[in-house]
C-alpha cells in the first residue's frame, strides 16, 4: 500500500520552503517554479499556504511576491531553523488571492 503523507510529513520540505523564501523577496513565478511538484501527495505550497505560513502581495514595481509571514517565521523559530537578522520583508500594495 503506497504511503499516505500527512501535512506533518511535510514539516521538512516546509521549513526549508519558508526558509528560502525569509532570504529575500522572491517573486510568486520563482516561487512555483522552484517549488513546484507533480506529486499530488506533495503539496508543501499548498500547505504552506494553507497553514498560513506565506503569503502573496502585490507589489508595486515587483508584481506578485511571496513573503513569510509571522506564523511562518515562528514556526522557523519553533524548529530551530536560522533565520537572517532581517526577514526579506517588501511593502505591499494589495493581497492577492493564492
Known amino acids: ?14 521549513l526549508d520552503l ?19 511538484t507533480s506529486c499530488p501527495r506533495l503539496t508543501v505550497w499548498e500547505d504552506c499556504i ?17 513573503q513569510v509571514t509571522a506564523a511562518g517565521l515562528s514556526f522557523l523559530q519553533r524548529h530551530d531553523r536560522v533565520m537572517p537578522k532581517t526577514p526579506a520583508l517588501i511593502t505591499a500594495t494589495s493581497p492577492v488571492a493564492s
Do not use: C, K, N
Request: glycine fraction near 6%.
Open 1 to 14: 500500500m503506497p504511503h499516505e503523507f500527512s501535512s506533518h510529513d511535510l514539516d521538512p520540505l516546509i
Open 18 to 36: 519558508l526558509e528560502w523564501i525569509a532570504r529575500e523577496p522572491r517573486s510568486y513565478a520563482d516561487v512555483l517554479d522552484a517549488w513546484r
Open 50 to 66: 494553507d497553514r498560513g505560513f506565506a503569503t502573496r502581495m502585490h507589489v508595486a514595481g515587483h508584481g506578485s511576491v511571496v
